[in-house]
C-alpha cells in the first residue's frame, strides 16, 4: 500500500509543479513592451493616444463591453463604480458574505454600509433569495456588489430584472472573472458596471492594475472624469471639471497588459476545457463536490477552482488535515478566504467605527450568523487558476492525490 506523502512517502503528484508554468507568465513580448514604454518617456496615460487607452478599448471589446476605464487596481476600480453610479456616505451596498474584503471596503472608502447577503453554498455566489429579503428588509439599499466568486457567474436572471425594478444599481466585482460568460455575454457590463483587478495572482495580470466597465456612455464619461481627477482623458493641463482623485493605470501597466492579452485570451479557453475535465473526474469521488454552475455559465473563467470537502466520507479527516496532506502530495491546495467576512477584526465594532463617518450606527456584524456563508468557508477548498494551465496529465495528478489520501486516510487516524 503506497503510503501518504505527508507520513514519508512518494508524493503522487511530485511532478505537478513541472507540469504548470510558473506564474506569472511572461516573454520576450513583455520585456520589449516595458523597453519600449521605459524609452519613449511616456509612463503616465495623460497623454492622447495613450497605450492604457488603446488597452481599455481591446478590453472592452473582448469583454462585450461599450467602456474601459483602466485604473491602478482593482480594490479601487470598485470605489470608482460605486462613485460613478451615485453611492454616497450613508448608503447601503449589499455585498456577499464570503469574498475578498475589497468588495466591501471599497464602500467602507466612501463611508457606505456594507451589509451582507448569505451565499449559496453549492455556487459560491451571492444567494439572490438573501439579496431580495435584504432589499425588503432595508431602507437606503443603493447598490448589490455581485463577485463572480472563483470566476463563476452569479445568476443574473434571477438578480438584474428585480434590482432594476427597483432602481438598484448592479456592480460586478469581477475580480476573478476574466473570461467568464453569462448566456454568451462576457461579464462586466451586464450589471450597471463591473470592475476587474490585474494584480499578480490574476488571470491577467501587470502586478497591479484594474479596469473599470459599462455600457452607459453617462457613467462612463463621469468615471474616466473622477479617475483623472475632474479632468478630460487626454487633454493634460489644469482644467478640473469636478473634485476628484486620481486612479490612473500607468503606461507601464497597460503595455504588459496589452503584450498579455493574446496569450490570456488562448488560456482561457484553455482554463475552461480543463477545469471543465477536473470537475468532471472529482465529481465521481464521494466527499469533494465541485463548485456547481448555473445553466446559464456558457464559459467559466477563472481565479479559482473550487470544490467542497467532506470529512464524513474521508474517515473524519479534518479540512484543514486533508489539505496538508494534498500539498504534501504536491497539490498546491488552499482554504480560500477562510471566514465569512463579518468575522473579521476589521468588522469589529471599534474598528469599523474607527473608519466611519460620525453618525453611522455599526450593524452589529459581530453577531451576524449567514448559514450559507458558513457552510462554504467550512468546507472550500481552492486551487488557482494556473493549476488548469497544465494539460490531463497535470490534472491526473490531482485526482490521483485526492484518491489516494481517501484510499489511505486510516494513516492519518487521531
Ligand atoms: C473579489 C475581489 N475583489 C476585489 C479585489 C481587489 O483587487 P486588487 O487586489 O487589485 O486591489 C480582489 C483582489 O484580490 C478580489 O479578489
Same mark, same amino acid.
Given at each position: ?10 508524493p ?6 513541472k507540469?504548470?508554468p510558473?506564474w ?30 488603446l ?7 473582448y ?13 479601487v ?9 451615485g ?28 451589509i451582507?447577503a ?5 455556487t ?39 434590482l432594476?425594478r ?34 499578480e ?20 464619461n ?37 503584450a ?44 479559482? %477552482?473550487v470544490?467542497?470537502?467532506n ?10 488535515? %486533508? ?24 468588522f469589529?465594532?471599534?474598528? %469599523?467605527?474607527?473608519?466611519m ?12 450568523y ?5 457552510? %462554504?468557508?467550512?468546507q ?35
Amino acid at each position: 500500500m503506497p503510503r501518504l506523502a505527508i507520513k514519508g512517502g512518494n508524493p503522487v503528484a511530485e511532478d505537478l509543479s513541472k507540469l504548470i508554468p510558473p506564474w506569472p507568465t511572461y516573454s520576450e513580448k513583455e520585456r520589449q513592451a516595458l523597453i519600449e514604454v521605459l524609452e519613449s518617456r511616456r509612463w503616465c496615460r495623460i497623454y492622447p493616444g495613450s497605450r492604457a487607452e488603446l488597452f481599455e478599448n481591446m478590453f472592452a471589446e473582448y469583454h462585450h463591453a461599450k467602456h474601459g476605464i483602466a485604473v491602478a487596481n482593482g480594490t479601487v476600480a470598485l470605489e470608482l463604480a460605486m462613485k460613478t453610479v451615485g453611492v454616497k456616505q450613508g448608503d447601503k451596498l449589499v455585498v456577499p458574505a464570503v469574498t475578498f474584503i475589497a468588495s466591501a471596503s471599497a464602500a467602507t472608502e466612501l463611508g457606505a454600509i456594507p451589509i451582507f447577503a448569505d451565499i449559496d453554498p453549492e455556487t459560491g455566489n451571492i444567494s439572490p433569495r438573501s439579496v431580495r429579503d435584504i432589499v425588503e428588509q432595508e431602507d437606503g439599499v443603493r447598490a448589490v456588489v455581485a463577485v463572480h466568486y472563483g470566476g463563476n457567474p452569479v445568476n443574473f436572471d434571477e438578480l438584474k430584472p428585480f434590482l432594476a425594478r427597483r432602481g438598484i444599481k448592479l456592480i460586478e466585482d469581477c475580480a476573478h472573472a476574466h473570461g467568464s460568460e453569462w448566456r454568451g455575454r462576457r461579464v462586466g457590463a451586464i450589471g450597471d458596471m463591473g470592475g476587474f483587478s490585474f494584480q499578480e495572482s490574476k488571470s491577467l495580470t501587470a502586478g497591479e492594475g484594474g479596469i473599470v466597465l459599462t455600457d452607459n456612455d453617462e457613467y462612463a464619461n463621469k468615471a474616466r472624469l473622477i479617475h483623472n481627477i475632474g479632468r478630460v482623458v487626454g487633454r493634460p493641463g489644469y482644467e478640473h471639471y469636478i473634485l476628484a482623485s486620481n486612479y490612473r493605470m500607468t503606461e507601464f501597466q497597460a503595455a504588459l497588459l496589452l503584450a498579455k492579452l493574446d496569450e490570456f485570451k488562448e488560456q482561457v479557453e484553455r482554463k475552461h476545457r480543463n477545469g471543465a475535465y477536473l470537475a468532471d473526474r472529482l465529481k465521481r469521488i464521494k466527499g469533494v463536490e465541485p463548485q456547481k454552475m448555473e445553466e446559464g455559465v456558457t464559459k467559466r473563467g477563472y481565479y479559482y %477552482f473550487v470544490f467542497r470537502y467532506n470529512p464524513e466520507e474521508f474517515g473524519g479527516l479534518s479540512k484543514q488535515r %486533508f489539505i496538508e496532506a494534498l500539498r504534501a502530495e504536491g497539490v498546491p491546495a488552499d482554504i480560500g478566504y477562510g471566514m465569512p467576512l463579518y468575522k473579521q477584526k476589521a468588522f469589529s465594532r471599534e474598528a %469599523f467605527l474607527e473608519v466611519m463617518p460620525p453618525g453611522i450606527e455599526y450593524p452589529n456584524y459581530d453577531k451576524m450568523y449567514l448559514p450559507g456563508a458558513e457552510e %462554504f468557508t467550512r468546507q472550500e477548498v481552492t486551487l488557482l487558476h494556473y493549476v488548469l494551465l497544465g494539460e490531463k496529465e497535470a490534472l491526473d495528478m490531482i485526482v490521483a492525490a485526492i484518491e489516494k489520501i481517501k484510499e489511505n486516510v486510516d494513516e492519518l487516524a487521531g
